[in-house]
């Protein structure tokens, strides 16, 4: 058996045609206990890229969890051409805190890769997760959820001006792409500045599972594995419609002028045109009115859940839109574009 289809990462090894379930000690507690993160590494008996499915690098963002666990452990993967390797918690103090950044060492994560040995407690984890798990991969999906006390529509945060990523992106099949870097410091960022082409996908709230957006993102998962060949069966799919975000003009969060009570009048994901109404804020007695108006067309990709703010604070986050896709949206369909759905237009 050739050693180049042998998954290896410090202190084991996987062979093709084999499945190991890992607990995998990335720092230690004050006790000197291990801090373990779950680690399901699938390799096929067939040739094919090796791939990482990650989530909660925010240990309150649950939604992703569900979609690795998912694809690891019930999808039928006995075809299945290529490797994967699935951790569905990276931030395991987080998790068990259900809070975002890391407990105590009050750090994020998802700032730290491609971590540092011998550094902060933070990059010290990332290292270990970086080095084993993103580093002998090919290419890599990231699901996170939106913070706290908002929800974002499901969309795909990739750097479009990389061919490679952009493939990637566009294999998901989201109605919405931002097109960003991904900042310093990030799994995606940092993944992707390696060589490793690697996307965001934003989806829902934090604290929850949401099953349509699980099942949405399956889907993606399932497109992804089509487009580069792992699994034969499933088909590249086409969303509908399709919008690109680029620039800082085309996407802007409303935020509140004045604190109050907010009514929000759209949900996450909603077309709105320039001028209607998306919130009204007011005081405990309903007096003082102060409405929240869309400056252009677009989509509400993020919106506020929790109901309260003070004067800066977020509502909503809109992205603009050109009247094709506002009339895609509303019929529900446009046509796809020529040539491999997945391939950049």
């Known amino acids: 058996m050739s050693d180049d289809r042998v998954f290896t990462y410090n202190g084991g090894a996987v062979s093709p045609g ?29 040739d094919g890229p090796t791939v990482f499915l990650t989530a909660a690098a925010h240990g309150d963002e ?11 452990h019930e999808w039928e993967l006995a075809d299945l051409a290529g490797t994967l390797v699935c951790l569905p918690v990276l931030n395991v103090p987080g998790f068990l805190a259900q809070q975002r950044y890391l407990p105590v060492y009050d750090r994020d994560l998802n700032r730290s890769f491609p971590g540092k040995p011998g550094s902060t407690s933070s990059n010290r984890m990332a290292h270990q997760i970086y080095s084993n798990f993103i580093a002998p991969c090919d290419f890599g999906l990231d699901f996170h959820t939106s913070t706290r006390g908002r929800t974002n529509m499901l969309h795909v945060r990739a750097d479009m001006t990389d061919e490679a990523v952009a493939r990637l992106g566009m294999a998901f099949g989201s109605n919405v792409i931002i097109d960003s870097d991904g900042p310093s410091g990030t799994l995606r960022g940092e993944a992707t500045d390696d060589e490793i082409p690697t996307i965001t996908i934003e ?3 934090a604290h929850r599972f949401q099953r349509g957006l699980i099942d949405d993102a399956l889907e993606g998962v399932r497109s992804v594995f089509a487009e580069y060949g792992l699994l034969d069966a499933d088909t590249v799919r086409w969303p509908g419609w399709r919008t690109i975000v680029a620039g800082a003009g085309e996407k802007t969060w409303l935020r509140a002028d004045s604190g109050g009570i907010v009514d929000t009048h759209a949900e996450s994901g909603s077309l709105v045109r320039e001028g209607e109404r998306i919130a009204t804020i007011t005081n405990p007695f309903k007096e003082d009115a102060v409405g929240v108006e869309a ?6 990709i993020g919106l506020l859940e929790n109901p309260v703010v003070y004067p800066g604070n977020p509502l909503c986050h809109l992205v603009e839109i050109d009247e094709a896709t506002r009339r895609a949206i509303e019929t529900g369909d446009a046509p796809e574009p020529v040539g491999q759905p997945a391939s950049v237009q």
Request: net charge negative; glycine share 12%.
């Open 203 to 205: 989806m829902g709230e």
């Open 18 to 46: 084999e499945t190991q379930n890992i607990r995998y000690g990335i720092s230690e507690t004050y006790l000197g206990d291990p801090v373990r993160i779950p680690v399901t590494i699938v390799n096929g008996e067939r």
């Open 295 to 300: 400056p252009f067309t677009g989509l509400l």
């Open 62 to 72: 649950l939604n992703g969890i569900e979609v690795v666990r998912e694809v690891a």
